[in-house]
Every structure is written in structure tokens, then in C-alpha cells.
């Protein structure tokens, strides 16, 4: 019997979620580069049957991701097994055990048990997903080789983590936008990105130009209360993350993707305001604004409703931005997609 799972992000995340155990022993993973693929991100399944399934849901998930932008990287969603039948960790792929016994290979084509990130590289799967094209690993969509025109950095974890980290909050405001009936702010982004994606060939750059982009149309079209309502129902449409420190969470995470290249927070902030100095950011500023919408959308998955900030100013200084955030302002949210740079 066919498991009808769901057509929208969440549903698909929801399903996978579902699917999994704290105390598995099963992993999805990249074959070619190791990275833990969106949605299934730190998630573990009791057996390899149920990995299997989240792994086909996962590749649903990203197929989702791609109709919001056909330029996301295409990864190879495999099993991996984490622990050994006696709970010690596995290393290395030379101790795998095969269906049938050790060291025989499985012929599930979803199925690679253990490998070190060396030997990442040299898997290859019989059927992975990239336009129907067996055989085929490459992470642009066409062929088995890097894009020539790509830039030299598109390798490395935290490039390949920033594209995934923009395409993804990138999908959440669009479905957002399409339920709440956003249709003109859905539309002028569709026509920024079309538009983008003629002149910006770099991943990277692109990537970002389309959350600028975004938060530029959220501004411009809608009121901040819809800004707030957008980025929040954006928020529950993704994985949840639980953190006791949503603001030091949500700059990580931003610094783990490369959005932001530093930041220190101020010794005297709270919870509840917060003044944090970011070094560096790859987003850009423009007429007179600084794009909120990531930071605001990280900040959304790690608090509750009640607890949220409703006030992002930003203010230029010599050693960066100057990010103060406070919660339970009184009048309408501001900041929340782009925020007027104070100097």
C-alpha cells in the first residue's frame, strides 16, 4: 500500500519526523560529500527499512524545495548506519555488514553503511536522483562534473551549508506567502529571482540576491503585522529547533551557514533585548536597508508565539552592524523583513 505523506514542506518534514527514533542506529547522509541533508538533519531511524523511507520522503522534500528554485543542489540521499550492533561508534566502511552477513554489500541502491569523509567521495549509487539520470552525481542537475563556471570555494561544508540554508528559509516564505494569499508579494519575487538568476551565475551569490530579494518584496508589499504573521507561519513550515538561547541559536546558525562571518553579543543582553555586533555579512544593504528576513525567520523557530521579538534595528558601525533586538515593543512589529540602517 502506497503511504500518500503530503505535498507541502511541512507535511513532508512532518512525515520524516515521524519516521524517526532517538534511539536509532540509521542516519541520511550525502554520498558524495557526507552532509546531512534538509529535513533529516540530526534525525536517527530504528531500522533501515524506516531510514530508507525517510530517505525517499527526503528526496520528496527536496524535489519540493526545487520548484521554488531549479538551481538547488541536487544530493544523493543515502543510509548510513551510526553505531554498531554493540553501541560503539563506526568509523570507517571496511567493517560493514551486508545483509547477508559482514562485509557484504547491500544492493539497495539507498543503502551505504559506513564511510569515513575520505571515502565519501567514492561511493556511487546505482539509481541516484538527478533528473532521472542513472549513474549521474553531479550537484549541478546536468552531468557527474562540477559546474566549470562555479566558483573554487562551492566545495567546501560551509559553502554548500549556505546555499542549502538560503534555498531552504527561501521555500518556507514562499509557501507562506501562497497560503496566506499573498499572491502580489509571491509574484514580485518571482519576477526578482527570474530576473536575478539572468544575471547572477555564482550559487552562492544568487542565493542570497533571492532572500534580498524576498525581503525587499515583504517591505514593500505587505504590512508588518503580515510580515510577522508571513515569517512566522515560514517558521513552523521548517524542522523545529529547540534552543535556550534563540539569539546566540539563531546567530549560530547564520555563522554556521556563512551568512554572517562573525559576531560577539553584548555581555548585558537578556533574552528578551539583546544587542549583538556581526563583524561581517554576506547580505547586502541597499537604499538605505539591511535584509532581516534570516535572522528574523532563525529567531521564529527557536521561540514560542509569545515570546517573540517584534523589533530588529540595525545600526552601521565601524566594526560592522550593530543587531538590537527586543521583545514585547509596544505598536507594530519593525524590522522584521528589512530594517532602516541607523548611523
Known amino acids: 500500500m502506497t503511504h500518500v505523506i503530503g505535498t507541502t514542506l511541512l507535511e513532508i518534514s512532518d512525515h520524516i519526523e515521524s519516521l524517526a527514533s532517538e534511539t536509532g542506529e540509521y542516519s541520511l ?19 533501515r ?18 520548484r521554488y528554485d531549479p538551481r538547488l543542489p541536487y544530493y544523493d540521499v543515502i543510509v548510513r548506519q551510526e553505531f554498531a550492533d554493540d553501541g560503539s561508534a563506526v568509523e570507517s566502511a571496511g567493517d560493514a ?10 544492493n539497495d541502491p539507498h543503502d551505504v ?12 549509487l546505482s ?5 532521472g539520470v542513472e549513474g549521474v552525481g553531479g550537484t549541478d542537475g546536468r552531468d557527474g562534473r562540477d559546474d566549470p563556471g562555479e566558483p573554487s570555494g562551492r566545495d567546501t561544508d560551509r559553502g554548500r551549508d549556505r546555499v542549502e540554508f538560503c534555498h531552504e528559509a527561501a521555500a518556507a516564505v514562499f ?17 526578482a529571482y527570474f530576473d536575478l538568476a539572468e544575471r547572477v551565475s555564482d550559487p552562492d551569490d544568487l542565493c542570497l540576491c533571492l532572500l534580498e530579494a524576498m525581503a525587499e518584496a515583504l517591505h514593500r508589499r505587505l504590512t508588518p503585522d503580515e510580515q ?14 529547540s534552543a535556550d538561547d534563540p539569539v546566540s541559536g539563531a546567530f549560530e546558525r ?75 515593543s509596544d505598536g507594530e512589529p519593525v524590522g522584521i523583513a528589512s530594517a532602516a540602517i541607523r548611523s
Open 29 to 47: 547522509v550525502c554520498a558524495r560529500y557526507g552532509d546531512r541533508p534538509v529535513p533529516a538533519a540530526g534525525l536517527r531511524f530504528e531500522s
Open 49 to 66: 527499512p524506516v531510514a530508507r523511507a525517510a530517505a525517499r520522503a527526503t528526496e520528496q522534500y527536496r524535489d519540493a524545495l526545487r
Open 97 to 106: 555488514r551486508g545483509p547477508d552477513g559482514p562485509d557484504e554489500p547491500s
Open 113 to 124: 553503511r559506513r564511510f569515513s569523509a575520505a571515502e565519501a567521495s567514492e561511493w556511487s
Open 127 to 131: 539509481d541516484p536522483v538527478v533528473e
Open 175 to 191: 509557501e507562506a506567502l501562497s497560503a496566506g494569499g499573498h499572491a502580489d508579494a509571491e509574484s514580485a519575487v518571482m519576477d
Open 228 to 241: 510577522a504573521a508571513v515569517l512566522a507561519a515560514a517558521a513552523a513550515g521548517l524542522p523545529p529547533v
Open 254 to 328: 547564520l555563522a554556521g551557514a556563512g551568512v554572517v562571518d562573525g559576531y560577539a553579543r553584548d555581555p548585558d543582553s537578556t533574552a528578551e533585548s539583546a544587542t549583538v555586533l556581526v563583524t561581517d555579512c554576506a547580505l547586502t544593504a541597499r537604499d538605505g536597508r539591511f535584509p532581516t528576513l534570516p535572522l528574523v525567520l532563525e529567531l521564529y523557530r527557536r521561540t514560542e508565539p509569545d515570546r517573540r521579538h517584534d523589533a530588529v534595528r540595525i545600526a552601521s558601525v565601524d566594526e560592522g552592524w550593530q543587531v538590537s533586538l527586543s521583545v514585547g
